[in-house]
């Protein structure tokens, strides 16, 4: 299915390149290409406008409040705002401008929010997928770099006793919001891909448990 006109996707990759500049490894451009590039083939499964989808994963990280900000879950709403008037200036499609804007505005998963439009499924999905697997991995463990959180609870690194609190310990991500989001995506095709990164995940943790384990008895 064909998405943006190649001089519009440019002008969209550039204020994505340059919005990203300083952002961290779990939300710099690479990123928003993977995400596109699912988003994307989402599409296609799913017979979704796919210039609004490809325009949507370009611009969705254009804002983002830090992880620890209190304003965190607004990310969305924030940056469907600042992406309006730039699509305005830039010529794009008056007709998608909204469209665009309203995946923006519900694709975090923290905001919690429903997307009502086969685009704004397919954006949360692609998005959450890039949150699993092994790219969810680095980027969950690059999150606590950047936020100087510990990798785990040395007291209960698996959450067995406690609830997850992953504003403090990074594995309890995992247990908070990764290992939940195969079944919270809207397609087939992304609960497809879901399954297999889920799995990844577990025996990531299992393989955790093992070293930890082994690190104690010595």
């Not at 995946?103 to 397919?122: K, N, Q, W, Y």
């Amino acid at each position: 299915m064909k998405g943006l006109a190649r001089p519009m996707a440019i002008l969209l990759e550039g204020a994505a390149q340059k919005a990203a500049e300083n952002a961290d490894p779990a939300h710099d451009f690479n990123h928003v290409l993977r995400v596109r590039e699912t988003a994307l083939g989402l599409a296609t499964e799913e017979c979704a406008d796919a210039a609004v989808v490809e325009a949507a994963a370009l611009l969705h990280e254009l804002f983002f409040f830090p992880k620890d900000s209190l304003d965190a879950h607004r990310s969305g709403e924030v940056c469907a705002q600042k992406v309006r008037p730039l699509l305005t200036r830039l010529g794009f499609d008056p007709e998608k401008v909204a469209p665009v804007c309203e995946c923006i505005r519900v694709h975090s998963f923290s905001a919690g929010l429903e997307a009502a439009t086969p685009e704004a499924r397919v954006l949360q999905d692609a998005d959450r997928l890039d949150a699993i697997g092994s790219i969810g991995i680095a980027r969950c463990f690059a999150t606590c770099a950047s936020m100087n959180r510990p990798f785990y609870s040395p007291g209960d690194p698996f959450c067995e006793k406690r609830d997850p609190d992953d504003k403090k310990w990074g594995v309890d991500h995992f247990y908070r919001k990764l290992l939940r989001i195969e079944g919270r995506l809207h397609t087939n095709a992304a609960r497809a891909i879901a399954k297999e990164r889920t799995e990844f995940m577990k025996a990531f943790l299992k393989q955790l448990r093992r070293e930890i384990s082994a690190g104690t008895a010595e």
